[in-house]
């Protein structure tokens, strides 16, 4: 079998379209990557936060406290899910120490471990 230089010209440029075309996809599937693990950590951010300043406000509620949950429930409703958003939104509506609040707690604990997509 003899090989003529238009089969080699066309395999090597095969080759090279080729190696072009994984680079892309890599190169794509990379950002995508870099994409969500970012998001990730800012819905793990914000939930983090959420927790942190619902506790300083069951124990103390003062004006700084209740401001800083305010924002990481803002934090929550950016880059979360409408659920989880929802969830909070309950939960700020409920009383202290009623059956209500309890069913929040567990609904905003619920949304907030689907959302990190941990085990329930």
């Known amino acids: 079998m003899t090989l003529n230089p238009q089969t080699i010209i066309a395999f090597v440029g ?22 969500q693990d970012a998001a990730f950590a800012a819905r793990k951010e914000a939930i983090d936060g959420l927790l942190q300043a619902y506790r300083d406000a069951s124990v ?15 934090q929550i409703n950016i880059v979360c899910s409408e659920r989880l958003s929802q969830a909070v939104e309950k939960l700020k509506l409920s009383a202290p120490g009623t059956s209500e609040r309890e069913e ?17």
Do not use: C, Q
């Open 60 to 74: 103390s509620p003062t004006e700084e406290v209740l401001k800083r949950f305010g924002y990481w429930e803002a």
């Open 14 to 35: 095969g080759l090279g379209i080729g190696s072009i075309a994984v680079a892309i996809v890599n190169h794509l599937l990379g950002r995508k990557a870099k994409h």
């Open 104 to 120: 929040a707690d567990r609904e905003m604990r619920k949304a907030m471990r689907d959302e990190l997509k941990l085990a329930s």
